[in-house]
């Protein structure tokens, strides 16, 4: 297994843009993530999915969309690129482990809006 | 509200030293707490969970359900010990709410 996989690794926009962050996991999790860490504020929640065509809000969700139309995929969509969403954005799922249900992190993609 | 505090932003001991990194959460329920690391420039990764109670790369961390902590201990520090370190609880759904994390630095 892959795991969770992210791309692009890093990025670069500008104040305006769009992109879409991907996220993939092949462990057949219905459960995922998308957190941004930024420094000395650690992880918060972007948005979430329970399942295919189910998605909702966390903690942060103002600028950013979501879709999840398949269990394995779940893109971030930023519309208009903000100085503020310059930070470190992971995706995760939740499932079982070694031992039991665990978090699982992607990662990251390394974004700067300029 | 369930929440997850981590009084520590940064940590430094020298190698061979006993470490401690607290963790502290509000919950109304029986939590399920979590120890996540992040080594630099690398995903994160679960260390341990209160339920197993195991002992992983030379770390515990026990549940205090009085005192509402769920601190990290290790007896002797190495240097590949340092990392960014998250506490984290699961309450009653499938979210987990992250602290804020403690940078530890351990020193030669």
């Known amino acids: 297994n892959a795991g969770v996989t992210q791309t692009p690794k890093f990025r670069i926009l500008k104040i305006g843009q769009s992109m879409t962050l991907q996220c993939t996991q092949d462990m057949n999790h219905n459960y995922m993530y998308w957190y941004r860490q930024d420094p000395g504020m650690g992880l918060k929640l972007i948005y979430y999915s329970v399942g295919a065509g189910i998605t909702d809000k966390g903690e942060v969700p103002n600028g950013y969309n979501v879709s999840r139309s398949t269990t394995e995929d779940f893109p971030l969509r930023l519309e208009l690129a903000a100085p503020s969403q310059t930070s470190v954005y992971f995706c995760a799922s939740w499932g079982p482990g070694l031992a039991d249900n665990e978090q699982f992190f992607g990662p990251g993609t390394r974004l700067t809006v300029l | 509200a369930q929440r997850v505090t981590q009084p520590e932003k940064l940590l430094s001991v020298f190698k061979g030293a006993p470490v401690e990194l607290k963790c502290n959460y509000s919950y109304s329920g029986s939590p399920e707490l979590f120890w996540y690391v992040q080594y630099s420039r690398q995903r994160l990764q679960l260390l341990l969970r209160?339920?197993s109670r195991e002992s992983i790369k030379g770390f515990t961390a026990d549940l205090n359900k009085g005192e509402t902590s769920f601190h990290l201990k290790k007896p002797f520090a190495q240097e590949e010990d340092s990392a960014m370190y998250y506490c984290?609880?699961?309450?009653?759904?499938?979210?987990?709410?992250f602290g804020k994390g403690t940078k530890l630095t351990v020193n030669p």
């Open positions: 984290a609880l699961k309450g009653g759904s499938e979210k987990l709410v």
């Open positions: 209160h339920i």
